[in-house]
């Protein structure tokens, strides 16, 4: 008998019944009982996290309470972004910033801020994990605006896409944002120049 452990002693005997094998020899179904210990360990777990749920400030926003559009950052994107959005609101646009510090649980009034904006675009340096969690969890169609490129985010770009999503230019899909592909045709161009 090769396994050491009782669980896979089990799994062993388990599967060298016929009645849980297929003509292939495929596992079709295993009755293992495990400890109970896994299910406690969850359950404390589970019950730690909704503890640390309730000392978590709830959420600030930075702009006005409903709107066109609410910007959500994390992380090193801050700066950038708020610089964005008070040049937005400085024009006219009805944007606001929700820097989020607490990714693990949430603020619990998170929900209920991004529902009360019309658009919700979410700026990350890497390829959209937090605008995937936040669309799961809280139903919402944010939009990304991703940067992987070892490189912070310019005010500019943010400003450029915080423009084309006001004016219905970008929606998610379809095209790049225009500062994305000028700096395609830059290096395009430089490469055609450096190989002529």
């Avoid at 016929?18 to 777990?45: E, F, K, M, W, Y």
């Avoid at 503890?51 to 409903?66: F, S």
């Avoid at 700026?123 to 939009?143: H, K, M, P, W």
């Avoid at 450029?160 to 830059?186: H, K």
Wanted: with cysteine; charged share 25%.
């Amino acid at each position: 008998m090769l396994g050491t452990c009782r669980h896979t002693r089990r799994l062993e005997e388990l599967t060298r019944r016929p009645h849980h094998q297929n003509c292939r020899g495929h596992i079709l179904d295993l009755d293992v009982h495990l400890s109970g210990q896994t299910a406690r360990t969850d359950r404390q777990v589970r019950r730690k996290v909704q503890n640390i749920a309730e000392t978590i400030p709830l959420q600030p926003v930075e702009g006005p309470e409903e709107g066109d559009l609410l910007v959500v950052s994390w992380g090193g994107t801050y700066g950038a972004v708020r610089t964005a959005t008070q040049r937005a609101r400085r024009q006219g646009q009805s944007v606001a910033h929700c820097h989020i510090r607490y990714l693990h649980p949430f603020p619990k009034n998170l929900g209920d801020i991004l529902k009360r904006y019309k658009r919700v675009l979410v700026a990350e340096l890497n390829t959209g994990q937090l605008r995937f969690i936040l669309r799961s969890l809280y139903l919402v169609d944010a939009l990304g605006l991703n940067k992987v490129k070892g490189k912070p985010f310019l005010v500019s770009e943010i400003c450029t896409r915080i423009d084309e999503v006001l004016a219905g230019r970008y929606d998610g899909s379809g095209p790049e944002p225009a500062f994305l592909s000028a700096a395609r045709s830059a290096r395009e161009a430089e490469a055609e120049l450096s190989a002529g």
